[in-house]
């Protein structure tokens, strides 16, 4: 009697452990960790990513926004925005793991600066390149003046869209009194002549960059990339050496992606002026001229 009573209870035991530990159909849940179909990619490409990170800055002012659980992050070449050219790129990360977001878009850039009795746009890129083949797109915006700016980024996470509004951020004027961004009047409509990367020139022959950008009816809106085509000749002078000139320059001429490109000789270090000559396709002046012309860039080497 004592035999089967301990029989019986021990069964009674598994039967209690046995339900405890089925669902209602009976079956032992597992817990299998699920996957992130947010994140981007390898550790070895999160690594790669975190390294052509590092050699940016954040710009904190634009960047650290969440957006439901994401945070976009916005970066430049230097801790500053400066009047004329200035690169972005932007990359979203996980707001909780850090890992960065593969599906996603910038979709359209705002920059706006508010004067009071005006306010307007100006210059910015028409598209946002991808970095490579990882999840960091780049594109560029060229104020046209210092002071406070805001600059709404629109954009597609996933599935989400909206727009953040940004806090104000500070234009600093360009170093030493240079000018990377001119403007010229040509059948009664303004545009814009943009240097691209200033800062990356140095002395001998230079592969250089430029945008033309027509402002449009409505100064608020972004002045984009001009849809006609020009040819721009350049002529650099050293206005502390008597303005001498250097050989071997080439015309900036309009190219597939919609920028400018040209060869400019810098023979020393110093501050040159590049003198511009716009002409129609045709080969008409519309703006500037030969040689020591009134519509110039202006930088330092």
Sequence with gaps: MKKRSILFAFGLFLGIAFSACSGSDGVVPINIPSIDDDVCCSQDDENNINQILAGLKELTGLSRQSVEGYT????????????????????????????????????????????????????????????????????????????????????????????????????????????????????????YLTLASPQNLKTGVNTISAYVSGKGDDSTLPYLPASEVFTIDIYPTMPDMGNHTSPNNEPLQPQDDGSYQGKLNLTMTGVWDIHLHVKDASGKTVAGGEELSDLYWTISI
């Design 72 to 191: 976009l992050k916005v970066y430049a070449r230097t801790a500053n925005l400066y009047v004329g050219y200035n690169d972005l790129y932007f990359a979203v990360e996980k707001t909780e793991s850090g890992r960065h977001v593969k599906d996603f878009a910038v979709t359209a850039l705002s920059p706006l600066m508010d004067m009071g009795m005006m306010k307007h746009s100006t210059p910015i890129a028409n598209k946002y390149d991808q970095i490579e083949s990882y999840p960091i797109y780049h594109t560029w915006v060229a104020p046209l003046m210092a002071g406070e700016w805001t600059l709404p980024i629109s954009y597609r996470i996933k599935d989400l869209s909206g727009t953040l509004p940004g806090a104000p951020i500070t234009i600093e004027a360009t170093p030493s009194d240079q000018v990377w961004i001119k403007s010229f009047k040509w059948n009664d409509q303004t545009y």
